[in-house]
Protein backbone atom coordinates (compact mmCIF):
# COMPACT_ATOMS: atom_id res chain seq x y z
CA UNK A 1 0.00 0.00 0.00
CA UNK A 2 1.57 3.40 -0.20
CA UNK A 3 2.84 5.45 2.10
CA UNK A 4 2.92 9.01 1.21
CA UNK A 5 -0.20 11.72 0.97
CA UNK A 6 0.21 12.12 -2.81
CA UNK A 7 0.45 7.89 -3.42
CA UNK A 8 -2.56 7.53 -0.82
CA UNK A 9 -4.69 10.42 -2.65
CA UNK A 10 -3.77 9.06 -6.31
CA UNK A 11 -4.76 5.57 -4.73
CA UNK A 12 -8.01 6.85 -3.84
CA UNK A 13 -8.78 8.51 -7.15
CA UNK A 14 -7.78 5.10 -9.05
CA UNK A 15 -10.46 3.09 -7.02
CA UNK A 16 -13.11 6.00 -7.77
CA UNK A 17 -12.61 6.22 -11.19
CA UNK A 18 -12.36 2.01 -11.69
CA UNK A 19 -15.70 2.02 -9.87
CA UNK A 20 -17.33 5.00 -12.67
CA UNK A 21 -15.57 3.18 -15.60
CA UNK A 22 -17.12 -0.24 -14.09
CA UNK A 23 -20.64 1.18 -14.15
CA UNK A 24 -20.26 2.54 -17.66
CA UNK A 25 -18.83 -0.78 -19.36
CA UNK A 26 -21.78 -2.23 -17.59
CA UNK A 27 -24.52 0.42 -19.01
CA UNK A 28 -22.66 -0.23 -22.81
CA UNK A 29 -23.20 -3.86 -22.12
CA UNK A 30 -26.79 -3.63 -20.95
CA UNK A 31 -27.79 -1.22 -24.12
CA UNK A 32 -25.79 -3.76 -26.64
CA UNK A 33 -27.95 -6.56 -24.60
CA UNK A 34 -31.61 -4.77 -25.14
CA UNK A 35 -31.06 -4.33 -29.28
CA UNK A 36 -30.13 -7.80 -29.33
CA UNK A 37 -33.24 -8.63 -27.78
CA UNK A 38 -35.33 -6.33 -29.53
CA UNK A 39 -33.57 -8.11 -32.69
CA UNK A 40 -34.39 -11.62 -31.75
CA UNK A 41 -38.14 -10.81 -31.04
CA UNK A 42 -37.76 -9.21 -34.89
CA UNK A 43 -39.28 -5.76 -33.74
CA UNK A 44 -37.99 -3.26 -35.98
CA UNK A 45 -39.82 -0.53 -34.17
CA UNK A 46 -38.44 -1.54 -31.16
CA UNK A 47 -35.17 -2.39 -31.81
CA UNK A 48 -34.63 1.08 -33.85
CA UNK A 49 -35.53 2.76 -30.21
CA UNK A 50 -32.99 0.83 -28.30
CA UNK A 51 -30.14 1.41 -31.08
CA UNK A 52 -30.83 4.98 -30.74
CA UNK A 53 -30.27 4.94 -26.89
CA UNK A 54 -27.14 2.41 -27.14
CA UNK A 55 -25.50 4.41 -29.80
CA UNK A 56 -25.57 7.20 -27.44
CA UNK A 57 -24.29 5.47 -24.00
CA UNK A 58 -21.93 4.18 -26.41
CA UNK A 59 -20.78 7.29 -27.84
CA UNK A 60 -20.25 8.63 -24.20
CA UNK A 61 -18.29 5.70 -22.59
CA UNK A 62 -16.20 6.82 -25.87
CA UNK A 63 -15.50 9.90 -24.80
CA UNK A 64 -14.63 8.74 -21.75
CA UNK A 65 -12.22 6.95 -22.51
CA UNK A 66 -14.12 3.66 -21.55
CA UNK A 67 -13.98 2.09 -24.66
CA UNK A 68 -11.76 2.90 -27.43
CA UNK A 69 -13.18 5.50 -30.16
CA UNK A 70 -12.68 2.40 -32.65
CA UNK A 71 -14.49 -0.54 -30.19
CA UNK A 72 -17.04 1.83 -30.19
CA UNK A 73 -17.57 2.26 -33.69
CA UNK A 74 -17.00 -1.52 -34.46
CA UNK A 75 -20.33 -1.70 -31.91
CA UNK A 76 -22.23 0.69 -33.26
CA UNK A 77 -21.80 -0.57 -37.13
CA UNK A 78 -22.47 -4.21 -36.20
CA UNK A 79 -25.51 -3.15 -34.46
CA UNK A 80 -27.03 -0.44 -37.20
CA UNK A 81 -26.71 -3.10 -39.66
CA UNK A 82 -28.24 -5.41 -37.89
CA UNK A 83 -30.81 -3.53 -37.27
CA UNK A 84 -31.54 -2.13 -40.76
CA UNK A 85 -31.20 -5.47 -41.61
CA UNK A 86 -34.35 -6.52 -40.37
CA UNK A 87 -36.41 -3.20 -41.30
CA UNK A 88 -35.52 -4.30 -45.07
Do not use: F, P, W
Not at 34 to 44: F, G
Amino acid sequence: MANHASALKRARQAEKRRMINRATRTRVRNAVKSVRQALESKDAQQAQEALKQAVSIIDKAAGKGVLHSRTASRYVARLSSQVHGLGA
